[in-house]
């Protein structure tokens, strides 16, 4: 009887050690891959884009903005002040609504405005029928105000699933993530943000930042981050220039779902 006991914990903890295992190989192939393979989706033209493949030392400031009205303008200073001409900024519908005088501030600028879709919700989270709207309200107050319609999308919290990239599509819009974080919404400190930037930064590279009033350090980051990138050789472009460079490469899309699949399929369950 103790030896039948012994057999069956022994063949749990190996069970559990392979499907450990399992979850861990799955885990460092998105590590892993995450660079080089292509995006997961159905449709070829479904895709959520996260740099470019270039060897040219170009890369695109995006900064996203949903509340506040206090930290654009400073930003907006600094790159005035930085003679930085190009950069992508993704506007909430709601808050350009609220702050039309910000929007023609930034429009005024030379900067390229995408869409931050209309409330600031995980849309992954939302039947298509409430995508679709999200989507195209956001589209049309954002048409209104700024004279152009916009074909950029980065969505709320970079949150998607494969619905969300389909409609974005069907509904003519490129989605926009980013390689580099910069985690300024957590004030961590302007030489953690700058290093974060900095040190990870690479050609056809987009890099994540906000002019929301959540961030208080960004103003303050943002200059010596230019100075920095250019010392390295880098041009600011606008994400819409990166798309014009050959080879546009994204990040697999992958979602609990599926990662979950691939630790069951690792497994054999």
Do not use: C
Not at 164 to 170: D, G, M, P, Q, R
Not at 172 to 179: A, E, F, L, N, S
Not at 235 to 246: C, G, Y
Request: proline share 3%; aromatic share 8%.
């Amino acid at each position: 009887m103790n030896n039948f006991f012994y057999v069956l914990n022994g063949k749990k903890i190996k069970r559990f050690l392979f499907v450990f295992a399992a979850a861990l190989f799955a885990v460092g192939v998105i590590y892993v891959e995450k660079g080089n393979i292509t995006v997961f989706s159905e449709e070829s033209n479904t895709s959520a884009i996260y740099s470019i493949s270039t060897d040219k030392k170009i890369i695109a400031l995006t900064f996203d903005i949903s509340w506040g009205d206090t930290r654009t303008e400073p930003i907006l200073q600094v790159l005035k002040d930085k003679d930085v001409k190009k950069a992508t900024f993704f506007l909430s519908s709601p808050w350009s609504k609220s702050h039309p005088e910000i929007v023609k501030a930034i429009q005024q600028q030379g900067f390229e405005i995408g869409s931050h879709g209309h409330k600031h919700v995980n849309y992954s989270e939302l039947d298509e029928e409430e995508i679709k709207r999200q989507i195209t309200t956001a589209h049309s107050i954002l048409t209104d105000l700024t004279g152009k319609s916009p074909s950029l999308l980065r969505l709320p919290n970079g949150d998607f699933d494969k619905r969300v990239l389909k409609i974005a599509s069907n509904l003519g819009y490129k989605v926009i993530q980013w390689d580099t974080d910069s985690q300024d919404w957590m004030n961590k400190g302007v030489d953690t943000i700058v290093n974060r930037v900095v040190s990870k930064a690479h050609p056809g590279d987009i890099v994540l930042m906000h002019a929301s009033d959540s961030v208080k350090q960004t103003h303050e980051a943002l200059p010596v981050i230019i100075d920095e990138l250019r010392k390295k050789g880098y041009e600011f472009v606008t994400v819409s220039d990166l798309l014009q460079e050959a080879g546009v490469k994204g990040v697999q899309v992958r979602d609990q779902a599926w990662i979950q699949e691939q630790i069951n399929t690792a497994a054999g369950m």
